[in-house]
């Protein structure tokens, strides 16, 4: 198994680019989430998904959008970007949200991204 | 410990000694708590858990110590590489799933030869 692999690792974008950032997992999870990690800030919840067709927002939503179409891909779209989005992002998943010990979070490597 | 600015508390220590990296939380109302360990680089990586019902948690060569009166958690790592050298962060929850989780800042450890 791959496990959480997410695409590109590095990108720089310019204010009002958009883009989308990949995340594929062949563990066949239903849960799938993801987060932003800035310096003293600790990990924050972007967005989620309990299941294809079914997303829902995070504690920092605003800039991004989701759509989970399968369950192996949720991917992230910035449809404009802006420089506070300048951040690491990691993409998770687990086979149920419950946060019991058998349902271990898998992160994918990151995404480091560049507005300018 | 709380980071200070955009730097992350350190914890330095010599290879085969003993390491305490510790977490202090604000809802008292958590009731599942996880540590990770993040290497430069690399994603978060799941190191252990413990639950509110319990106080003291054994995995290989890691504990989890959970006070709830004090709202305190530290992981205690035994005989420390220089492979544990990371960043380590705790994650609470009131339980009701990942969408809730709330993670600390981190602890960066560093091991020396």
């Known amino acids: 198994n791959a496990g959480v692999t997410q695409t590109p690792k590095f990108q720089v974008l310019k204010t009002g680019q958009s883009m989308t950032l990949q995340c594929a997992q062949d563990m066949n999870h239903e849960y799938m989430s993801w987060y932003r990690q800035d310096p003293g800030m600790g990990l924050r919840l972007i967005h989620y998904?309990?299941?294809?067709?079914?997303?829902d927002q995070g504690e920092v939503p605003n800039g991004y959008n989701v759509s989970r179409s399968t369950t192996e891909d949720f991917p992230l779209r910035l449809l404009s970007a802006a420089p506070s989005q300048t951040s690491v992002y990691f993409c998770?998943?687990?086979?149920?949200?419950?946060?019991?010990?058998?349902?271990?979070?898998?992160f994918g490597p990151g995404t480091r991204l560049t507005v300018l | 410990g709380e980071s200070v600015g955009l730097h992350l508390p350190t914890l330095s220590v010599q290879e085969g000694d003993n390491s305490i990296i510790n977490c202090a939380y604000s809802?008292?109302?958590?009731?599942?708590f996880i540590w990770y360990k993040q290497e430069s680089g690399k994603g978060p990586q799941f190191i252990i858990d413990?639950?509110?019902?319990?106080d003291k948690r054994q995995g290989q060569r890691v504990t989890v110590l959970l006070n709830k009166t004090v709202k305190h958690l530290s992981l205690q790592i035994a005989a420390t590489q220089p492979g544990d050298s990371a960043v380590y962060f705790c994650a609470e929850t009131p339980g009701s799933g990942y969408s809730t989780l709330t993670f600390g800042k981190g602890t960066m450890l560093l091991v020396s030869p």
């Open positions: 998770a998943s687990s086979r149920e949200p419950s946060g019991a010990s058998t349902d271990t979070q898998y």
């Open positions: 809802n008292s109302a958590s009731d599942y």
């Open positions: 413990i639950r509110s019902n319990m």
């Open positions: 998904s309990v299941g294809a067709g079914i997303t």
